[in-house]
């Protein structure tokens, strides 16, 4: 089992850029895929982006392609996850998971662990 644990949320204006990152615990880390996930003001919970066990294989949803950047780094235990020209209605709490397998994937029965989110708010 994976521990996490998100932090750099806030508050930021329209056009800014926000890094999230994902501090992760236990010992099949660097071995699984992550994943970012969002849960908004009067929206079910739904993936942002995703990252195969090393690296080698991203997958965004579409509204974060050319905005948002996932990436990890095996050796701190750490996936983050890039935000560039944020809009509000990126507005959410975002949540950090760690998969059940090595290869990525866009929906949660394949992710078996979460963090506690942490919040993004875009402002007009």
């Known amino acids: 089992q994976v521990q996490l644990v998100e932090s750099g949320g806030g508050l930021v204006q329209a056009g800014g850029s926000l890094r999230l990152s994902c501090a992760a615990s236990?010992?099949?880390?660097?071995?699984?895929?992550m994943g970012w996930f969002r849960h908004g003001p009067r929206k079910e919970r739904e993936f942002v982006a995703a990252i195969s066990w090393n690296g080698g294989s991203t997958y965004y949803t579409d509204s974060a392609k050319g905005r948002f950047t996932i990436s990890r780094d095996n050796a701190k235990t750490t996936v983050y996850l890039q935000m560039n020209s944020l809009k509000p209605e990126d507005t959410a709490v975002y949540y950090c998971a760690a998969g059940r397998s090595s290869w990525y994937s866009r929906f949660e029965r394949d992710f078996s662990s979460w963090g506690q989110g942490t919040q993004v708010t875009v402002s007009s």
């Open positions: 236990g010992r099949t880390f660097s071995s699984v895929a």
